[in-house]
């Protein structure tokens, strides 16, 4: 089946009710299979089959509840739903200047304190009439639609309770103005609360600019990501260098870089050295050394030299690209905890609605005099402070953050499920090579044998010269060594390998040999020492005697044994699974600081090694390359990646490190666990916020102490619970993590 994903921005959903019904009408869509909307950053994640439907069509489905869906060209990294975003915070910031204009004339002319003060013209009804219809029908023209098309889709959301709530006071008010008998015969006085309707709308649009721009901030990971993508790049044409629009370059263009400029694509290094600045996108924020044959990242800063470089991978195929899209799916993906809120949400809304219907009838059938007058205010009271803004901000605002500052350290969380998990995270479990180990043999050892006066590099020269041609790794490690300390390598004449042993061949009219220790007749003393110590040895001598030792080990990653040691100070238990025999893989336990070792565990065993850890109650981790350990990473609890070069779409796995620095694991577990806090902190106020105010609200109260909640302040608690949500994810930002 042709299964795609797509990730679109949704523009106009104001609660997260409107998340669940457009959640809800997806995943009926035939075609689509999955769907996750997330409110926070107003995105549906969708998975579907390209034969039955595709975006055009979902984006139908989407627009038919009253929302705007942003499909954008994949091929762009711009980011159309922050352009939205940015239109929708000027046109909030207008509409709440004029409702407040109007709230404030209306307040002046009305309330028995001010309305003395207040000039003649200011104090006619029809003129009151006409502002607030103003407010109530162009300022609140949204939330109309939005009630209409969830009509039309029989589902209901916040903008269904603020337009019943507002509409219930303005139409009454306009009945007190043109028909004032009909109020009198009811026992009323005929007042008319144009300014509750007012208000109550101002202060709604006031708490959606302040919720709107507060929910900017939480997405600044994606920004500084976005604003990496330089707009030209200069490439060599024809011996010339000009300056293109970087839509414009292909793969194998050459590119020159200069000092202070921006990596406009994934590519080599053909000439030249700098210094390369890659901490947005790897979190290291040591620069890194480039020379001929390196590689280099799209958005990462050239400090130093001027290179020329060859265009690998341009446009979507860049690191840069699959790291936003990989942080964007993480912050469009939802959390486990909020299927809870997911289904309250769902409910909430009409029950919401019966809540009111009951507030009124009480009130009217058993409520002082004037009753309808109280009845009427106390149930725009419920409506209006039950919108569950809060309740559908708690989650995915925390997830925001959290994942976009993971981003920011090099730690690119897959999915909201990985970040939720990992904090309950007891064991990790490490692959060795190309994890625990750089996964490049390199030379440690060389120790002159018998012969004192034979020196280092004179081994050295013997060995690279036995070894020049050869494609084996050890042989690949000593050519490598030859290389770096520049060895004379000399011409080997009646060469011949020796297989499963080693090789042999003249060198000057003298035959010598390289291998294994058991091509020679005597055996060191010092062999057993370094195999001991987890290394590769090689011999090179005569065929009478050995000359020398090379010794050869796939050497530890710096962050290794500081990243076992903070694990372990967080009450984290590890092990070593490695396909090595139990001697290698004792050693390089012990130089890291793990005791526990699975040693010659073939790649496909790997997954029954987690299971076994997971049967002794542990919750796992596994670290791994993210190529020959994918069995074992979709296994455990928590699968972490190493970034393979640049492709860091690691599908096996929940997390990736980017910077293949080992000691952002437990940075990972750390920012887990302080995202969680939050989460849990956000429900218990959206959920305390509700449970206690929506009785006040109904004026349980009043029997007791005569205190109502007025519709005014209503709105006001309403507004303030969902900043208060979003401000306190955002101090997921002032963690130290380090």
């Not at 409520?367 to 205010?377: D, I, N, R």
Request: hydrophobic content about 45%.
């Amino acid at each position: 089946m042709p299964t795609r994903s797509i990730t679109i921005p949704i523009a106009g959903m104001h609660c997260a009710s409107c998340a669940v019904n457009i959640q809800r009408l997806l995943q009926r869509n035939p075609g689509v299979s999955t769907a996750s909307v997330n409110y926070a950053t107003e995105k549906a994640s969708i998975v579907y089959d390209s034969a039955q439907t595709d975006p055009q069509q979902i984006s139908a489905v989407i627009e038919k509840l009253g929302y705007k869906a942003l499909i954008t060209n994949p091929d762009e990294l711009v980011d159309v739903r922050q352009q939205a975003k940015d239109r929708e915070i000027v046109v909030l910031k207008n509409k709440f200047l004029l409702s407040a204009l109007v709230s404030a004339l209306l307040l002046w002319a009305t309330l028995p304190l001010l309305m003395q003060t207040a000039p003649l013209p200011l104090k006619n009804s029809y003129l009151h009439f006409f502002l607030a219809s103003l407010v109530q029908f162009w300022v609140g023209r949204d939330f109309y639609r939005s009630t209409w098309a969830s009509l039309k889709n029989r589902t209901a959301n916040m903008d269904t309770l603020i337009t019943i709530g507002t509409t219930v006071a303005y139409l009454y008010s306009v009945l007190v103005i043109f028909l004032p008998q009909v109020i009198s015969r009811l026992g009323v006085t005929p007042e008319p609360y144009f300014d509750t309707s007012v208000t109550i709308i101002a202060l709604i649009i006031l708490g959606k600019f302040l919720e709107a721009r507060a929910r900017g901030q939480t997405s600044q990971a994606i920004k500084k990501l976005i604003g990496l993508q330089p707009k030209t790049a200069r490439v060599v044409r024809a011996g010339k260098e000009v300056d293109i629009p970087i839509s414009e370059v292909v793969v194998g263009d050459q590119l020159r870089l200069r000092p202070g400029e921006k990596v406009p694509v994934d590519g080599v290094v053909l000439s030249g050295e700098t210094s390369v600045d890659e901490s947005l996108v790897t979190g290291e924020s040591i620069p890194v050394y480039k020379h001929a044959d390196d590689t280099v990242i799209t958005g990462t800063l050239n400090t130093t030299g001027t290179i020329l470089i060859r265009a690998q991978k341009i446009g979507r195929d860049t690191m840069l690209a699959q790291i936003i899209r990989l942080v964007e799916q993480a912050q469009a993906s939802r959390a486990p905890i909020q299927k809870l809120v997911d289904v309250i949400s769902s409910y909430f809304v009409p029950v919401v609605l019966m809540l009111s219907v009951t507030t009124f009838a009480v009130w009217y059938a058993f409520g002082p005099a004037p009753a309808l007058l109280f009845a009427l205010l106390n149930t725009v009271a419920v409506l209006i402070i039950a919108c569950p803004c809060a309740l559908g901000l708690a989650t995915p605002t925390a997830l925001v953050v959290g994942t976009g500052l993971a981003a920011q350290h090099g730690i690119l969380v897959r999915d909201a499920q990985s970040l939720e998990i990992a904090h309950r995270v007891n064991h990790v479990i490490f692959d060795k090579t190309g994890t625990l180990t750089e996964g490049k043999p390199v030379v440690t050892d060389i120790i002159s044998v018998n012969d004192k006066r034979l020196t280092t590099n004179q081994l050295l020269s013997l060995a690279a010269s036995l070894e020049t041609g050869s494609e084996h790794p050890l042989a690949q490690a000593i050519l490598q060594a030859a290389e770096k300390s520049a060895v004379t390598v000399s011409a080997v004449t009646h060469f011949k390998s020796l297989a499963g042993r080693g090789v042999e061949g003249k060198i000057h009219d003298t035959k010598y040999l390289l291998g294994a220790p058991q091509m020679f007749s005597s055996i060191p003393p010092q062999v057993s020492r370094l195999e001991k110590q987890g290394k590769t040895v090689v011999l090179v001598g005569t065929p009478t005697r050995v000359l020398g030792i090379i010794a050869i080990a796939d050497t530890l990653r710096p962050s290794a044994k500081h990243a076992i040691n903070l694990l372990h100070r967080q009450g984290i238990e590890t092990s070593l699974v490695t396909g090595d025999n139990p001697r290698t893989a004792s050693a390089i336990a012990s130089q890291v600081g793990i005791t526990r070792f699975f040693a010659q565990v073939l790649p496909a065993d790997k997954e029954k090694t987690v299971r076994q850890l997971q049967a002794e109650n542990k919750i796992v981790a596994m670290v791994g390359d993210g190529i020959n350990d994918a069995p074992a990473l979709a296994a455990a609890d928590v699968g972490i990646a190493m970034a393979s070069g640049t492709d860091v779409a690691m599908e096996s796995a929940g997390i990736t490190l980017v910077n293949k620095d080992l000691t952002t694991i437990p940075l990972a577990l750390k920012l887990s666990r302080a995202t969680l806090r939050t989460i849990k902190a956000n429900l218990f106020w959206a959920f305390a916020y509700n449970i206690v105010l929506i009785p006040v609200a109904a004026g349980v109260l009043y029997p007791f102490t005569r205190i109502l909640l007025s519709p005014i302040l209503a709105s006001a608690a309403m507004a303030t619970s969902s900043v208060s949500v979003v401000a306190n994810s955002l101090l997921l930002k002032r963690i130290r993590l380090t």
